[in-house]
């Protein structure tokens, strides 16, 4: 099978994107939040755990330290107990506290709006950063690439990396910057509902005929997935 060429690779993703945006259109954050630092800790929360797992324990997190003021002053201990359902709650509360702490010391309590300063944050990632600039100030400079972006990607062909942080210079490169903004959202959203982990639904996904894992037809209704080309020994 010969290599795709990168113009034959940037227009099979654009047409997935624009195919997914026909599915799932633009929707606001599954997340619940209400400033710019609600957003940083809610998206802290959510690695490795459920939006909502999250959405369960911020009415009250927020409600008792819903700023970098408020947020700084606690103690590590009491933000655990209010978190304590989620996933590395301990160390999830740690990083809110320290969080908020050098919002305030270092940027005068605002959350900052580039990545490089974002990233300094304790437990802000990359991921991250790409969701804050997007959701909470219009900014985009990259794609934050969780699980199911980067099941994706790589059940797509679009990438081999090992890691999301490599993954993304690789969707960064075929992917129209226009489209950066929606491909999260959406592509999480059909990672949960279609392209799943487990068993990939490939028989009622829209996009099946741009995929080079789609399934092969043997006979009479059996199917079975694309094999694989093995490199030669």
């Not at 369960?56 to 304590?84: C, K, Y």
Request: some cysteine; charged content about 30%.
């Amino acid at each position: 099978m010969p290599r795709e060429s990168k113009k034959s690779k940037v227009a099979r993703v654009t047409e997935f994107c624009r195919r997914m945006n026909e599915l799932y259109g633009q929707e606001p954050s599954a997340l619940d939040w209400r400033s710019p630092f609600e957003l940083v800790i809610a998206v802290l929360l959510s690695a490795q755990t459920t939006d909502v797992a999250v959405n369960s324990v911020t009415p009250e997190l927020f409600e008792r330290w819903g700023t970098p003021a408020q947020m700084a002053q606690a103690s590590p201990d009491e933000v655990a107990e209010v978190i304590r359902r989620l996933g590395f709650y301990r160390t999830k509360s740690q990083h809110c506290v320290e969080c908020a702490q050098m919002i305030l010391a270092d940027y005068d309590g605002e959350v900052p709006r580039t990545m490089d300063e974002l990233v300094r944050l304790p437990g802000v990632g990359r991921k991250t950063a790409n969701i804050v600039l997007n959701k909470a100030f219009g900014i985009v400079e990259g794609i934050a690439v969780d699980t199911h972006v980067f099941r994706i990607s790589q059940r797509m062909g679009l990438t081999t990396a090992k890691t999301p942080l490599e993954a993304e210079k690789d969707l960064l490169a075929v992917i129209p910057r226009e489209l950066w903004s929606d491909v999260n959202s959406q592509w999480i959203r059909h990672g949960r509902a279609v392209c799943t982990a487990r068993v990939a639904k490939c028989e009622e996904c829209p996009c099946s005929d741009l995929c080079p894992q789609r399934p092969v037809r043997y006979g009479a209704g059996q199917t079975k997935r694309k094999p694989r080309r093995r490199k030669a020994e």
